[in-house]
Structure formats: C-alpha cells, structure tokens
C-alpha cells in the first residue's frame, strides 16, 4: 500500500517539526550543556587545569601535563616525544627495536650518568604515548635522589622523607606494585623545605 506524500501531509509533518523544535534545543543546547559544565566545576581540577602554584601565588604549571626540568636539584620527568608541548602531545611512534630508538635512548641514558651497572628505570628513558606524562615511578624517585640529595645539601634519608610526605603528588594505581609521583608536585614540595 503506498502512500502519498500530500501536501496536508508535508504541512502536518513540518508543523510537528516546528513543535519540537524548541524542546530538541532546549535540551541540546541548554540541558546537555548546563549538565557538562556543572559536571566540570564539581569534578576536582578538571576545569581549572589542575594549576599549580608558587608561594607567591604564581602559576608555574599544571599537575596534569609533565614539564621539563633539566636542573640538578629537581627531579627529572620521563622524556617527551613531543617536547613538553601540550599543544602536540603524541608519542614518538619508534618501534622498541629500531635503532632510532636505541640512540634516543642511549643518549638518554648518558645524560642521566648511572653508576656502573646501575640499571636505570624504564620510564626514565622512554616517552610516554601521549609524551606529556607527569607522573614518574618511585624507583625513578630513587634513581634520581642521590644526584637531587647531593645538589640540595641533604642526605638521601632526608629527601625521601621530603618524598614520602603527604604533599608530593603521590598516587596509588591499582594493579601497579609501586606509587606514581608527580614530579612537578615533588619538586614544589623540595622547594618549601630548601635548606
């Protein structure tokens, strides 16, 4: 049986589109869209950046993308593909088995100066997927201290004291042996206790 689309028919149709029509962008455009933003200004941080501030009150960064510091006094974060620039995060795309990444790496390594036959933790030489990663592992932690205790006038025992606080950005990941550390937060929580 077919039926034909009349012109009664089209007006009818159009009518019932036109009585919608508030109702669909209403809830497009005003609900759906009130609810995210609520969403994002009660969810922690997530608005804001995740802003980190100096004493002064100063944004110095964010402890949600990694940035650079190549200082001895402060603690390292793992290399990025992507130069620690937010706007082009993305991971390097070598193969573990090219040579690229074996040079990369390599020269990674000379620069980190580990004593012979210290192994140097994995996440100390290789980028992160989206190379903005701010978090390194507490073995990254320990590797560095001696260089970091050395360059602050403290003994290792007292920087991983300064380490294990409260304060320094560490989080638990489940299904992983061994905390994260924000190394940004980390180096924060270095620069309130400075001798």
């Given at each position: 049986m077919k039926t034909a689309l009349s012109g009664k028919n089209i007006l009818r149709q159009f009518a019932a589109s036109l009585r919608i029509l508030p109702l669909t962008v209403l809830v497009c455009s005003g609900l759906y869209t009130g609810t995210i933003y609520l969403a994002g200004r009660l969810a922690p941080d997530s608005s804001s950046g995740a802003l980190v501030r100096s004493a002064e009150g100063r944004v110095i960064g964010s402890s949600l993308v990694a940035q650079q510091f190549t200082r001895p006094e402060?603690?390292?974060?793992?290399?990025?593909?992507?130069?620690?620039?937010?706007?082009?995060?993305?991971?390097?795309?070598?193969?573990?088995?090219?040579?690229?990444?074996?040079?990369?790496?390599?020269?990674?390594?000379?620069?980190?100066?580990?004593?012979?036959?210290?192994?140097?933790?994995?996440?100390?030489?290789?980028?992160?997927?989206?190379?903005?990663?701010?978090?390194?592992s507490?073995?990254?932690?320990?590797?560095?201290?001696?260089?970091?205790?050395?360059?602050?006038?403290?003994?290792?025992?007292?920087?991983?004291?300064?380490?294990?606080?409260?304060?320094?950005?560490?989080?638990?990941?489940?299904?992983?042996?061994?905390?994260?550390?924000?190394?940004?937060?980390?180096?924060?929580a270095l620069d309130r206790v400075r001798k």
């Open positions: 402060y603690f390292w974060p793992r290399p990025s593909a992507v130069s620690w620039n937010a706007a082009g995060a993305g991971g390097s795309n070598l193969s573990p088995a090219s040579a690229a990444m074996r040079d990369k790496t390599e020269k990674v390594i000379v620069t980190l100066a580990p004593e012979q036959g210290e192994k140097v933790p994995t996440d100390l030489v290789t980028a992160s997927g989206s190379g903005l990663d701010p978090h390194i507490l073995a990254s932690v320990r590797f560095q201290a001696p260089r970091v205790a050395r360059a602050r006038g403290l003994s290792v025992d007292e920087l991983m004291h300064i380490v294990n606080s409260p304060e320094n950005g560490k989080i638990a990941v489940p299904f992983q042996g061994e905390p994260l550390l924000n190394v940004l937060q980390l180096n924060c």
